[in-house]
T-cell receptor, first 112, second 112 residues
Framework: NAGVTQTPKFQVLKTGQSMTLQCAQD?????MSWYRQDPGMGLRLIHY???????DQGEVPNGYNVSRSTTEDFPLRLLSAAPSQTSVYFC???????????FGDGTRLSIL | SQKIEQNSEALNIQEGKTATLTCNYT??????LQWYRQDPGRGPVFLLL?????KEKRKERLKVTFDTTLKQSLFHITASQPADSATYLC???????????FGTGTLLAVQP
């Protein structure tokens, strides 16, 4: 059972570079979301999707883009990385928005 | 704004005792609350969900209560063990939305 798979596990970027964090789930879940976790701030919702083709903003969407072309995949794009985006990023999925979330093990991103 | 808050101070208890963690919410009335466990370097793992019309829910050594008058949920671990040491997070939908928001988590340390 793969569950929610995030790649890469670690990444170091320079300011201004772009990259895509990958998230894939094999549970046929409709709801997927991205969080960032910073010390003392807890998990903050960046973007979420209630199904293929539908995305919406969370609490801290600025600087991030998402798309949901398939049920399985929900990539998160940083168009121009900034040091403030140094964080641990978690992807989660569930059957619907009011069901328990299944999390990946995160991507640790450092931006210099 | 809608807030969900947990005690940010670590909770240290002796093995065998009952650990009690608190989750408070303000400015909204969630239909349910979820509790998760997070180990270092891993994503959160779902433990329990309690609905507003349920006063108490149990799973093995875990018990969750939901007090809509006090706007509070309590999470209890009875007969605690060092293996229970982790960060525990509560979460709920942010008011009339489909965005799941998390508290900052409470670190529990069970001493042998």
């Amino acid at each position: 059972n793969a569950g929610v798979t995030q790649t890469p596990k670690f990444q170091v970027l320079k300011t201004g570079q772009s990259m895509t964090l990958q998230c894939a789930q094999d549970m046929n879940h409709e709801y997927m979301s991205w969080y960032r976790q910073d010390p003392g701030m807890g998990l903050r919702l960046i973007h979420y999707s209630v199904g293929a083709g539908i995305t919406d903003q969370g609490e801290v969407p600025n600087g991030y883009n998402v798309s949901r072309s398939t049920t399985e995949d929900f990539p998160l794009r940083l168009l121009s990385a900034a040091p403030s985006q140094t964080s641990v990023y978690f992807c989660a999925s569930s059957l619907s928005y009011n069901q328990p979330q299944h999390f990946g093990d995160g991507t640790r991103l450092s931006i210099l | 704004s809608q807030k969900i808050e947990q005690n940010s101070e670590a909770l240290n208890i002796q093995e065998g005792k009952t650990a009690t963690l608190t989750c408070n919410y303000t400015n909204y009335s969630p239909a349910y609350l979820q509790w998760y466990r997070q180990d270092p370097g891993r994503g959160p793992v779902f433990l329990l969900l309690i609905r507003e019309n349920e006063k108490e829910k149990r799973k093995e050594r875990l018990k969750v209560t939901f007090d809509t008058t006090l706007k509070q949920s309590l999470f209890h671990i009875t007969a605690s063990q060092p293996a229970d040491s982790a960060t525990y997070l509560c979460a709920s939908l942010g008011g009339a939305t489909n965005k799941l928001i998390f508290g900052t988590g409470t670190l529990l340390a069970v001493q042998p």
